[in-house]
Structures are given as structure tokens and as C-alpha cells.
């Protein structure tokens, strides 16, 4: 207890010490092994780690297998020639938008099937005619046909491996020419092709008995898993755990033990803030990746664009976290920042369906006695123009109403998270080729994910510079 | 000096929690700080501590203005009901605060160390602090405090929760780091201990500095003396200059003499000729003396007349 040589340190200090000097790294490095400690000590991450097993588990008890289907796709490869789409968006422009593109001649597959197996992997026999105004029109060769059949847009549905003019002559004089032809699959056909999905053996089916389009299944899979019902619940779990860091450190008599160090207390605040951001991000970045293994071991398909998913969940926890910040420093209690957060999260969810809503009443205003947009996709899968009906009398579109005035003003006021969403939504729509009205809103003007980054990042840094103020002022 | 404080006040609100306190420190002192609960001692601590900007006055540490960086490496502190985050082990937790304290990795690994075999933790590092006891707890608070070699510790109710050989070796601690040209105050309700520790001491009431001085002043001699015969005093017997009243249900008296009474010899430097006089006169009367003893202000009688309400006693 009395050993005088016990404090080296105090010696030196006779001798005259070199002052240390805090340091930005030191302290940061310091914040970031304590944020660990706590949440490591919340004990959710082995359960995290777990549910996220379990969920690989899971998947990868599922079958996903081709299903017979394959002549509608030649139709559709058949139908598209009679357009050039090269570089075209086929889910969002209408076959107005390409008008100036069409050839003048109609192609149609007369007559088909399979050589070895109606599977995606399987080759098939078939006849193209095609269809021209004579003396306008032009006969084509058959490289001519090879060059263009099966793609579209940016897609490659078909490849033909042989082909062979079997019209008379006759017949190419009034205007029709008739090819045998071979083709094998292209390497975007299996996205469009009908898998059916199973999970636990044949014990459940996910995808109907006919299947979907692999596309379809893959997006649907990428988007439950990563930015809807898994992003969801490993958010919710993340705003439970974070909630108690800024209380914990702010009660009293351990906050004073803080204080007193030579830092400035914003340093405290900001950098509990980016550990527990970093923690998370590492969190999401665990799932994000299961989800893209998952949907690649399962589908084979390895498209990267769900790992868009990471930054905008990250942004969007980001902002979670900063009210949460707020919360725990204004009220010093875990309960008040976790329900505010979540409070604040299901507000924001609200007013961002409520503004779609608004927005697509906008839109159909707008488009009243029009025909109904319809996308290339959608023509030449055969959809129907549909015209835009007028509201019935007497009733107003909904951006009009009072509640609809109040959405729209609101959420201007609002961080658009709902974009962020959409941005990984409309990129997984587009490795996916999925079309739709649904993909055509989130193409619209009206989403703006650079808008929605940079509001949500504006009100992040405001309720962090809030909480600094509060926090560097209050006396303890 | 140390702590150099000037008509310091603090307000919250309406509420005065330091009302014009002045206060000087010089260095390698043992400081006791006294009061009543509000008294204003905490307030006065985390004044100088940079964590609560007075209202008024002026509050100097190490020469420098309070609250600077540079004064706060030099400050340890042991907070009062300290909640030290209980997720920590105690080698993770004096790494985080030696850090923060700018303490090089390799040199706080190693004080670290030290400080935990000194206080008697070692042995223990691979609990958390959940599982601590009260007494541990508070050795590893001290431990926080010392950490970084500070020249000014304030400290509040350190020993709170320890065992009585622990509080010995907090003492022996503390009184080696005044030895060694270190500060320290001390927040505390154990009077005695205050007492037996302190160097000098200073009692705060609402806001206001009652009285400061050393240890040895304010527990000076009283002119009372504690006596015992083998028998009852005769109601016969008077001794001018005395006043006589029972004490301790009635087993001994308390004899208090006025120094002036003029009487006899010179008197001695500690003012003790009267009670000579007194026990010759009682002996005289044929009483025998069985027990006699000078009576002293303590710390607590001080503490108490001035809890009550009045000034110096």
C-alpha cells in the first residue's frame, strides 16, 4: 500500500512531463470498443447471428425448378422484331415512345416445339413467319433474322443455332416469308421463365403451381428478405438495443465520469452516435449478404443490385438513430427514445404511403381520356390499352382533398425515405426485368432518391446538432 | 494555490446552491468538504471540476481558469453515487477512460494493472461490474480517479460501502498521495473520519461557507473537563469559578471553569491550574478521584451546532 514506487508516473512529473494529448483517433477508437462492449452485452447479436442461420437454413432447403412454358417466350421474341428496341427501356416506354422505330413488317412463330425438353436449358424447333407490305418492304435474309430474334432492349431472351428459308417464292412476293429455324435459350430467358419454389422438400409451394418468372421470384425473395420483413425486423431490434446507449451514458453518475475527461462532449455524443451506426451497418451488411448467397445458391442468379439494399437501410437507420439520440438526451429514458423512434419511423411510413396515393392520383388526373400508358413489356405480352376513366361526379382526386393537401404538405416537410426504397426497388426491378405500372411510378419523376438522400441526411445532421447543443449545454 | 475560489455563486432557477463561497487550497492538503445534503458541496466540486458553469465569482484550479483541458488532465474524480457502466470489466473500463484521458495504450494497460492490484482487485478483471460489490465498485471508482496521476482529486464519499479494513487502506492511499504533492478533496458524512484524515476542513450551509480552518483548530480544548469520584459530590461542596452539572446519567460531572477567576498562580499555558485547584479542593472534601479527562469540540459537535442553525460555537 505504501511502496513509494508505485506512481512512476508522479515521478516523472518532478522530472517534468510531457503533457498527452488527447487524441481524435484515440478517443474515437476508445467510444467505438465501448459502443461494442454495451452491445455485445445486449446480447442480441448472437440471437441476430442465429435468426440469420436459421434463415439460411431455411432457404436453402428450397428447390426452385423450371417449369414447361418456353412458346410463349418465342412469341414474345417474335412479336418484339417488329420494332427496333435496341437501348430501349422496355418497362417504362410505350410503344408510342418507339413508334418511329417500327419496321413496318409483323413476325409471328407459327408453329413450335421442343427438341430435347421444354426447359429453359432445352432447345426448340420452330417457324417464324413474317409478315411485310411488298414493294415497301424488303425481303430479309437469315442473318439478318439471326441478328434480331430473341433480343429485346438490352436482353438476349434466344439465340438461333440454325435457320433455313422454307416460303415459296411466290409467297415472298405478296409479301411473307417463312423461316425453319433451331434456337437455344439466351442467357436472360431463365428470368422470364416460370420456376416453381418450394421450400422444406415439396412440402410448401411458394410461387403457385405453375411457377412465376424466375425474376419475379428472385426479386420478390430479395425484397422480403433484405429491405422488407428481414430489413424491418433487424432495424426494430437495432432502434431496441441503440435506445439504451445514450440513456445509459447520460444517467447520472456515470455521465460526470465522462465529463470530467479532457474532450469536448460533443465528441462523446457523436462518436457513441458512428459506433452504434458502424455496428448496425456491420449487422445489415451480414444480412444483405445472406440475402444475395441465398437468392444466388438458390437461383443461381448473382445479380448485385440487392446490395443496394445496405446503403439505403443504413441511411435510413442513420436517421432513426440520430432521433433516438435526441430522445435519450432530452428525456434520459431507453423507453421514451425506443417508442419516439419508433414513433417517428411509423410517421414517416404514413405519410410516405399517403403521398403515393397523392401522387398517383396526380398522375391519373393528369391523364384523364388518355389512353392508359402501357408499357413495351406489357404490349407485347399482350395487355390490353385500357383508356383513363374520369372520377365519378362530385368526386375530387384525392391530392385535392383536405387530407390529401395536408399529406402532400406534410411530407414536404418530411426526409423521403420511402425514395430510398424505391431507388433499391426500381434497380431490383431492372436486373429483374420486371415491368409493370408499379415500376413505371417508381421511374417517375416524382421519386427522386438523390432528393430522398439528401432530406433524410439534412434531418439527420439537425437532430445530431440538436442533441450536441442540448448535451455540451445542460449541466449535469 | 491549488483552488482559488472568489464570491462563487450558482443559481438554479430561484434556487441558490452557492451563495458567494470563497475558498483557497494550498497544494498537498487533505481537504475535507462538510455539509448537510444540498448544502452546496457537489455544486462547489463539479464548479471547479468544469462541469457546471457558475452563475458568478471566479473559480481557478492549478493556477489555471476551471474547466480547460489542461486543468482537467491534472483533476481525478469520484462522483457520489457513481454508476460505473456496468457492461465493462474493470481492465476495459480504465482502458476506455484512460483513453479518453489521452493516455498512450501501452502506458494505461500498465497503470491499469497497478492500480488494480493496489486497491486489491486484481484477480478480477474478467468480471463485469454487474456482478461487483458495493466496496469493489468503490475501489475501482478510486481507481478511475487515480488513473491518470492527477494533482488534485476530488473525491466523493470514497470510502462509502467499504469495509473497515478497506477504509484503513483508502486512508493509508490518500495520505500517501498528499505525500507525494497531490490535493485531495473529500466529500464526506463520516465525521470521525474526516477528523482522523483530513488536514483541513471547511462547512457549508445552504450555499454559504460557515467556516474553514485546520483540523486542529476547530477541534481545540474546550475550559470543560469530564470528572469522576468514588462517590456522590456533597451538595456542601462549592468551588468558586465552577459551574458543576451531572453528565452521563449522572456517573460523572462536567466541571466548567472560567479562566478568569483570578485566583491563584499564574496560569498555565493550557490553562489547566483550575482544574488542579478544582481535584486539591474535592480532595480536600474527601473525595477520590477515579476518572478525569479534558473535554474537546469535535468535528461533529462543530458540524451539528452549525446544522442547527447557528455560527461557530
Same mark, same amino acid.
Given at each position: 500500500?505504501?511502496?513509494?514506487?508505485?506512481?512512476?508516473?508522479? #515521478?516523472?512529473?518532478?522530472?517534468?512531463?510531457?503533457?498527452?494529448?488527447?487524441?481524435?483517433?484515440?478517443?474515437?477508437?476508445?467510444?467505438?470498443?465501448?459502443?461494442?462492449?454495451?452491445?455485445?452485452?445486449?446480447?442480441?447479436?448472437?440471437?441476430?447471428?442465429?435468426?440469420?442461420?436459421?434463415?439460411?437454413?431455411?432457404?436453402?432447403?428450397?428447390?426452385?425448378?423450371?417449369?414447361?412454358?418456353?412458346?410463349?417466350?418465342?412469341?414474345?421474341?417474335?412479336?418484339?422484331?417488329?420494332?427496333?428496341?435496341?437501348?430501349?427501356?422496355?418497362?417504362?416506354?410505350?410503344?408510342?415512345?418507339?413508334?418511329?422505330?417500327?419496321?413496318?413488317?409483323?413476325?409471328?412463330?407459327?408453329?413450335?416445339?421442343?427438341?430435347?425438353?421444354?426447359?429453359?436449358?432445352?432447345?426448340?424447333?420452330?417457324?417464324?413467319?413474317?409478315?411485310?407490305?411488298?414493294?415497301?418492304?424488303?425481303?430479309?435474309?437469315?442473318?439478318?433474322?439471326?441478328?434480331?430474334?430473341?433480343?429485346?432492349?438490352?436482353?438476349?431472351?434466344?439465340?438461333?443455332?440454325?435457320?433455313?428459308?422454307?416460303?415459296?417464292?411466290?409467297?415472298?412476293?405478296?409479301?411473307?416469308?417463312?423461316?425453319?429455324?433451331?434456337?437455344?435459350?439466351?442467357?436472360?430467358?431463365?428470368? &422470364?421463365?416460370?420456376?416453381?419454389?418450394?421450400?422444406?422438400?415439396?412440402?410448401?409451394?411458394?410461387?403457385?403451381?405453375?411457377?412465376?418468372?424466375?425474376?419475379?421470384?428472385?426479386?420478390?425473395?430479395?425484397?422480403?428478405?433484405?429491405?422488407?420483413?428481414?430489413?424491418?425486423?433487424?432495424?426494430?431490434?437495432?432502434?431496441?438495443?441503440?435506445?439504451?446507449?445514450?440513456?445509459?451514458?447520460?444517467?447520472?453518475?456515470?455521465?460526470?465520469?465522462?465529463?470530467?475527461?479532457?474532450?469536448?462532449?460533443? #465528441?462523446?455524443?457523436?462518436?457513441?452516435?458512428?459506433?452504434?451506426?458502424?455496428? +448496425?451497418?456491420? &449487422?445489415?451488411?451480414?444480412?444483405?449478404?445472406?440475402?444475395?448467397?441465398?437468392?444466388?445458391?438458390?437461383?443461381?442468379?448473382?445479380?448485385?443490385?440487392?446490395?443496394?439494399?445496405?446503403?439505403?437501410?443504413?441511411?435510413?437507420?442513420?436517421?432513426?438513430?440520430?432521433?433516438?439520440?435526441?430522445?435519450?438526451?432530452?428525456?434520459?429514458?431507453?423507453?421514451?427514445?425506443?417508442?419516439?423512434?419508433?414513433?417517428?419511423?411509423?410517421?414517416?411510413?404514413?405519410?410516405?404511403?399517403?403521398?403515393?396515393?397523392? +401522387?398517383?392520383?396526380?398522375?391519373?388526373?393528369?391523364?384523364?381520356?388518355?389512353?392508359?400508358?402501357?408499357?413495351?413489356?406489357?404490349?407485347?405480352?399482350?395487355?390490353?390499352?385500357?383508356?383513363?376513366?374520369?372520377?365519378?361526379?362530385?368526386?375530387?382526386?384525392?391530392?385535392?382533398?383536405?387530407?390529401?393537401?395536408?399529406?402532400?404538405?406534410?411530407?414536404?416537410?418530411?426526409?423521403?425515405?420511402?425514395?430510398?426504397?424505391?431507388?433499391?426497388?426500381?434497380?431490383?426491378?431492372?436486373?429483374?426485368?420486371?415491368?409493370?405500372?408499379?415500376?413505371?411510378?417508381?421511374?417517375?419523376?416524382?421519386?427522386?432518391?438523390?432528393?430522398?438522400?439528401?432530406?433524410?441526411?439534412?434531418?439527420? +445532421?439537425?437532430?445530431?446538432?440538436?442533441?450536441?447543443?442540448?448535451?455540451?449545454?445542460?449541466?449535469? | 494555490?491549488?483552488?482559488?475560489?472568489?464570491?462563487?455563486?450558482?443559481?438554479?432557477?430561484?434556487?441558490?446552491?452557492?451563495?458567494?463561497?470563497?475558498?483557497?487550497?494550498?497544494?498537498?492538503?487533505?481537504?475535507?468538504?462538510?455539509?448537510?445534503?444540498?448544502?452546496?458541496?457537489?455544486?462547489?466540486?463539479?464548479?471547479?471540476?468544469?462541469?457546471?458553469?457558475?452563475?458568478?465569482?471566479?473559480?481557478?484550479?492549478?493556477?489555471?481558469?476551471?474547466?480547460?483541458?489542461?486543468?482537467?488532465?491534472?483533476?481525478?474524480?469520484?462522483?457520489?453515487?457513481?454508476?460505473?457502466?456496468?457492461?465493462?470489466?474493470?481492465?476495459?473500463?480504465?482502458?476506455?477512460?484512460?483513453?479518453?484521458?489521452?493516455?498512450?495504450?501501452?502506458?494505461?494497460?500498465?497503470?491499469?494493472?497497478?492500480?488494480?492490484?493496489?486497491?486489491?482487485?486484481?484477480?478480477?478483471?474478467?468480471?463485469?461490474?454487474?456482478?461487483?460489490?458495493?466496496?469493489?465498485?468503490?475501489?475501482?471508482?478510486?481507481?478511475?480517479?487515480?488513473?491518470?496521476?492527477?494533482?488534485?482529486?476530488?473525491?466523493?464519499?470514497?470510502?462509502?460501502?467499504?469495509?473497515?479494513?478497506?477504509?484503513?487502506?483508502?486512508?493509508?492511499?490518500?495520505?500517501?498521495?498528499?505525500?507525494?504533492?497531490?490535493?485531495?478533496?473529500?466529500?464526506?458524512?463520516?465525521?470521525?473520519?474526516?477528523?482522523?484524515?483530513?488536514?483541513?476542513?471547511?462547512?457549508?450551509?445552504?450555499?454559504?461557507?460557515?467556516?474553514?480552518?485546520?483540523?486542529?483548530?476547530?477541534?481545540?480544548?474546550?475550559?470543560?473537563?469530564?470528572?469522576?469520584?468514588?462517590?456522590?459530590?456533597?451538595?456542601?461542596?462549592?468551588?468558586?469559578?465552577?459551574?458543576?452539572?451531572?453528565?452521563?446519567?449522572?456517573?460523572?460531572?462536567?466541571?466548567?471553569?472560567?479562566?478568569?477567576?483570578?485566583?491563584?498562580?499564574?496560569?498555565?499555558?493550557?490553562?489547566?491550574?483550575?482544574?488542579?485547584?478544582?481535584?486539591?479542593?474535592?480532595?480536600?472534601?474527601?473525595?477520590?478521584?477515579?476518572?478525569?479527562?479534558?473535554?474537546?469540540?469535535?468535528?461533529?459537535?462543530?458540524?451539528?451546532?452549525?446544522?442547527?442553525?447557528?455560527?461557530?460555537?
Amino acid at each position: 500500500m505504501n511502496d513509494p514506487d508505485r506512481f512512476p508516473r508522479k #515521478q516523472a512529473d518532478a522530472a517534468g512531463r510531457v503533457t498527452v494529448r488527447p487524441m481524435l483517433p484515440r478517443t474515437f477508437a476508445a467510444m467505438l470498443r465501448d459502443t461494442w462492449r454495451e452491445f455485445l452485452d445486449a446480447k442480441v447479436l448472437y440471437l441476430l447471428l442465429l435468426a440469420i442461420a436459421l434463415l439460411f437454413g431455411a432457404a436453402l432447403t428450397g428447390r426452385i425448378e423450371p417449369q414447361p412454358g418456353g412458346r410463349q417466350y418465342l412469341d414474345i421474341a417474335a412479336r418484339a422484331m417488329a420494332a427496333d428496341l435496341d437501348g430501349i427501356d422496355i418497362a417504362t416506354q410505350t410503344m408510342g415512345d418507339v413508334a418511329g422505330r417500327l419496321n413496318g413488317s409483323m413476325y409471328a412463330i407459327t408453329a413450335a416445339e421442343p427438341i430435347a425438353a421444354d426447359l429453359p436449358e432445352g432447345h426448340w424447333k420452330a417457324t417464324l413467319t413474317r409478315t411485310f407490305i411488298p414493294l415497301v418492304g424488303v425481303p430479309e435474309s437469315g442473318e439478318e433474322i439471326t441478328d434480331r430474334f430473341g433480343k429485346i432492349a438490352d436482353g438476349q431472351l434466344w439465340t438461333i443455332t440454325e435457320i433455313r428459308e422454307t416460303g415459296t417464292e411466290w409467297a415472298r412476293k405478296i409479301g411473307s416469308q417463312t423461316w425453319e429455324m433451331a434456337v437455344a435459350p439466351g442467357r436472360d430467358l431463365r428470368l &422470364l421463365w416460370p420456376h416453381r419454389f418450394t421450400l422444406f422438400g415439396d412440402s410448401i409451394e411458394l410461387a403457385g403451381t405453375k411457377g412465376a418468372p424466375l425474376g419475379l421470384e428472385v426479386l420478390i425473395l430479395q425484397k422480403l428478405l433484405a429491405t422488407g420483413l428481414g430489413g424491418t425486423i433487424l432495424l426494430l431490434v437495432s432502434v431496441a438495443v441503440t435506445a439504451a446507449f445514450v440513456p445509459n451514458m447520460v444517467r447520472k453518475g456515470t455521465l460526470e465520469l465522462l465529463l470530467v475527461r479532457p474532450i469536448p462532449r460533443w #465528441q462523446l455524443l457523436v462518436f457513441k452516435y458512428v459506433g452504434a451506426l458502424l455496428l +448496425v451497418a456491420g &449487422l445489415l451488411g451480414i444480412l444483405v449478404l445472406a440475402v444475395w448467397l441465398i437468392t444466388g445458391i438458390l437461383a443461381n442468379v448473382w445479380s448485385p443490385g440487392v446490395l443496394l439494399a445496405l446503403p439505403s437501410l443504413l441511411v435510413f437507420f442513420a436517421l432513426l438513430l440520430s432521433v433516438s439520440v435526441l430522445t435519450g438526451v432530452i428525456t434520459r429514458s431507453v423507453i421514451s427514445a425506443m417508442l419516439v423512434t419508433v414513433a417517428y419511423w411509423a410517421i414517416l411510413f404514413i405519410a410516405g404511403q399517403m403521398n403515393n396515393v397523392a +401522387v398517383e392520383s396526380r398522375i391519373r388526373e393528369a391523364n384523364v381520356g388518355k389512353m392508359r400508358p402501357t408499357s413495351i413489356a406489357e404490349s407485347i405480352r399482350g395487355r390490353q390499352p385500357q383508356r383513363v376513366e374520369p372520377l365519378k361526379a362530385g368526386r375530387k382526386p384525392f391530392y385535392q382533398t383536405t387530407i390529401g393537401r395536408i399529406t402532400e404538405g406534410v411530407y414536404a416537410f418530411l426526409p423521403h425515405t420511402e425514395d430510398l426504397d424505391n431507388l433499391v426497388d426500381r434497380q431490383l426491378m431492372r436486373d429483374f426485368a420486371v415491368a409493370g405500372p408499379f415500376r413505371a411510378l417508381m421511374e417517375s419523376a416524382s421519386f427522386s432518391w438523390e432528393k430522398g438522400l439528401g432530406l433524410t441526411l439534412l434531418h439527420t +445532421v439537425a437532430y445530431l446538432g440538436i442533441a450536441c447543443t442540448i448535451f455540451s449545454r445542460r449541466d449535469p | 494555490m491549488v483552488v482559488s475560489v472568489k464570491q462563487l455563486e450558482k443559481h438554479y432557477g430561484v434556487n441558490r446552491a452557492l451563495g458567494g463561497v470563497s475558498l483557497d487550497v494550498e497544494p498537498a492538503t487533505l481537504f475535507g468538504l462538510l455539509g448537510q445534503n444540498g448544502a452546496g458541496k457537489t455544486t462547489l466540486i463539479k464548479i471547479l471540476l468544469g462541469l457546471v458553469a457558475p452563475t458568478a465569482g471566479e473559480a481557478s484550479l492549478l493556477g489555471q481558469p476551471v474547466g480547460t483541458f489542461s486543468a482537467r488532465r491534472e483533476v481525478g474524480y469520484l462522483p457520489e453515487d457513481h454508476r460505473l457502466p456496468e457492461y465493462h470489466t474493470s481492465t476495459s473500463l480504465l482502458d476506455l477512460y484512460g483513453a479518453l484521458q489521452g493516455i498512450p495504450r501501452r502506458e494505461r494497460r500498465r497503470r491499469a494493472a497497478e492500480l488494480l492490484d493496489l486497491l486489491g482487485l486484481a484477480g478480477r478483471e474478467k468480471l463485469r461490474i454487474r456482478g461487483y460489490s458495493k466496496g469493489m465498485k468503490q475501489r475501482l471508482g478510486l481507481a478511475q480517479a487515480l488513473l491518470h496521476g492527477p494533482r488534485v482529486l476530488f473525491l466523493d464519499e470514497p470510502t462509502d460501502g467499504v469495509d473497515p479494513v478497506g477504509r484503513k487502506e483508502i486512508r493509508d492511499l490518500l495520505l500517501e498521495e498528499r505525500r507525494r504533492g497531490v490535493t485531495v478533496f473529500i466529500n464526506s458524512h463520516l465525521l470521525g473520519e474526516v477528523e482522523q484524515l483530513c488536514d483541513r476542513v471547511a462547512i457549508l450551509r445552504k450555499g454559504k461557507l460557515m467556516v474553514t480552518g485546520t483540523v486542529a483548530d476547530l477541534t481545540r480544548q474546550k475550559a470543560s473537563w469530564l470528572v469522576a469520584f468514588d462517590r456522590e459530590v456533597p451538595t456542601s461542596f462549592h468551588f468558586p469559578g465552577a459551574s458543576i452539572a451531572a453528565v452521563e446519567g449522572g456517573s460523572r460531572l462536567r466541571v466548567s471553569l472560567d479562566p478568569a477567576d483570578g485566583q491563584g498562580p499564574a496560569p498555565a499555558a493550557d490553562g489547566s491550574e483550575g482544574i488542579d485547584r478544582f481535584v486539591a479542593a474535592a480532595s480536600a472534601a474527601g473525595l477520590r478521584l477515579r476518572h478525569l479527562e479534558r473535554e474537546r469540540a469535535t468535528l461533529e459537535d462543530l458540524y451539528l451546532a452549525i446544522a442547527d442553525g447557528g455560527g461557530t460555537p
